[in-house]
């Protein structure tokens, strides 16, 4: 196997380091964008807000999102996290770009008119997993808020919150990825080079060759810059054409005009 000559490796840095820069200063891009709810079935009519949050869990680890009051005022809203919002965004964006599934819930808690807290949280049929992709941005937008009332006794009300979550980031080729393209830029680099130079020896050969057999210069040039010229690439058993032919055939007369 040949190793890659100085050339060759110079080329492979810089495409790494070229192609971690662009990474790294690549503007962020809507990845996706999830519906999510809440649901919930309240005893208590006079509920009008809920304390709402985004929340995400995978076996022992946990992070949460957006905590905000919603109610009817809130339809339009929308918030965004970055890392420097949030400490737990770093988290969540761990656990939507690992290799697990993940479905974000909508957790909400009402406060009830005697005193009691209801607390639920509503899993997400949509699923937020993005491997390969950094996270820079989170938002959560309010598009409903209703409180519906619910028929029977004693009176009670169905909370309605519908929203979307919006995932903005850039994607991040595997590094190995991108070391196996930089390193398939430096070998054809270097097989054109070291082609390029096959071919100058060829001619170099050629044309001592030529010289030792007793044709003149105007004759060895024939072979290289005639018009008629026309050896193909890699073609090295073929024999000169055009120009280069009728100077063998000048050549050969003079050898059977001396035998004669």
């Given amino acids: 196997m040949r190793r890659l000559g100085p050339a060759a490796l110079w080329v ?25 709810w809440y649901r919930r079935h309240f005893l208590d009519v006079g509920t009008t807000a809920v304390s709402t949050w985004v929340w995400i869990r995978e076996d022992q680890t946990e992070a949460t999102l957006f905590h905000h009051i919603i109610s009817a005022y809130s339809v339009g809203d929308s918030w965004t996290e970055t890392a420097a919002t949030d400490p737990e965004f770093a988290q969540f964006a761990a656990l939507v770009t690992n290799k697990v599934v993940q479905y974000p819930s909508m957790c909400g808690t009402a406060t009830l008119a005697n005193g009691n807290q209801d607390t639920a949280c509503f899993g997400n049929a949509m699923p937020a997993h993005f491997p390969g992709y950094r996270i820079d941005a989170i938002t959560l937008r309010i598009d409903s808020f209703a409180m519906i009332p619910a028929s029977g006794s004693p009176p009670s009300v169905n909370a309605d919150i519908n929203a979307t979550l919006t995932f903005d980031g850039v994607y991040l080729p595997e590094p190995g990825t991108a070391v196996l393209i930089c390193l398939g830029v430096a070998s054809a680099t270097a097989f054109g080079r070291r082609e390029h130079r096959a071919n100058e020896l060829g001619l170099a050969r050629c044309s001592t060759q030529i010289e030792m057999s007793g044709f003149s210069k105007v004759e060895m040039s024939a072979f290289s810059s005639g018009p008629g010229y026309s050896r193909g690439h890699g073609d090295r058993d073929a024999p000169l054409r055009g120009a280069g032919s009728r100077a063998l055939d000048r050549a050969g007369d003079r050898e059977t005009a001396d035998s004669a």
């Fill in 12 to 36: 492979t840095l810089i495409c790494v380091m070229s192609g971690m820069l662009l990474a790294t200063s690549a503007n962020a891009t809507t990845i996706a964008s999830l519906d999510i």
